[in-house]
């Protein structure tokens, strides 16, 4: 294990009272600041992990205070997974700084992963924020098994895999997603791996959301109250926001499905198309699901 000095963030083999480097007193330091400065400080850290996560989560938090912090390392770009982290941290903040910045980003960063997220957040936001506000209050009822019935007010999936292969949308499914939000909100987690997702789903009344891992998709399931989210997805790593949703649909598509996906999900198919299909057509999911 490595340890870091959380102001030169200088590495060393073992915990120690005092950085080796700049001599800060390591303890009384974190001691003196509040949690969202902790996590302002962590978007410093080595590890881009670590630096991702805290944006994370000072976007969820909606930490008006870190929008400076988190401007510079879009501008700085130094990590560009960080800096995408950083772009979506700001458009959940969406102080009127944050948003100009935004713009001024999506018009034209000098990194096109980065200008991309940006592009995508801010369409995204507008476009959540005026379907909230639209959205009916009722959910949409769908069957469960032994008989019982599922309320839900969210559909999350997984992109790369699921709804695409190669980073390119799968033909149909972009016109099965507009059907789909008209009925329900629709979530697209995404590392971004083929950086296509901006442009894919720029067009569509989706919310996108850039993850990292698993465990992130796992969180937004949660945040969104898992027993009211239908998941969808194909890999190993959406086997924890399957397992946290209320009802989960595993997909074998043309990039295939992990077997230890398989094993946790409600329902099992062969295509996306009908994956999606089971969501507007619930009497085929309660032929699946029934005793």
Request: net charge neutral; glycine share 8%.
């Amino acid at each position: 294990m490595r340890f870091f000095c959380p102001k030169c963030w200088k590495d060393f083999p073992e915990d120690v009272v005092q950085c080796p480097n700049c001599g800060l007193e390591i303890l009384p330091f974190w001691r003196a600041k509040t949690y969202e400065e902790r996590l302002i400080a962590a978007l410093q850290h080595p590890d881009h992990e670590t630096a991702e996560r805290a944006a994370w989560i000072l976007g969820e938090l909606g930490e008006e205070k870190a929008v400076g912090d988190l401007i510079t390392i879009v501008e700085e770009a130094r990590d560009v997974y960080v800096a995408r982290a950083a772009v979506v941290a700001l458009a959940k903040i969406g102080t009127t700084r944050a948003r100009e910045f935004l713009a001024r980003v999506a018009r034209g960063h000098h990194v096109a992963m980065v200008r991309d997220a940006a592009q995508g957040a801010t369409m995204h936001k507008t476009r959540s924020a005026a379907k909230d506000k639209a959205k009916d209050s009722s959910l949409l009822t769908l069957p469960v098994g032994q008989g019982g019935a599922g309320r839900f007010s969210d559909l999350v999936l997984d992109f790369n895999g699921t709804l695409s292969v190669d980073g390119t949308l799968l033909p149909g499914v972009a016109d099965r997603l507009r059907n789909l939000t008209k009925i329900i909100r629709v979530s697209v987690l995404t590392a971004d791996t083929f950086e296509k997702a901006a442009d894919q789903l720029g067009s569509l009344p989706v919310e996108m959301s850039f993850v990292r891992t698993g465990t992130d998709k796992a969180d937004i399931v949660r945040r969104l109250g898992p027993e009211q989210v239908i998941a969808i997805g194909n890999g190993r790593n959406d086997v924890a926001m399957m397992s946290a949703a209320g009802l989960s649909v595993a997909v074998i598509g043309p990039e295939g499905a992990s077997s230890e996906l398989l094993r946790v999900a409600d329902v099992v198919v062969t295509d996306i198309h009908h994956a999606l299909d089971l969501i507007v057509r619930p009497m085929r999911l309660k032929a699946v699901l029934r005793d």
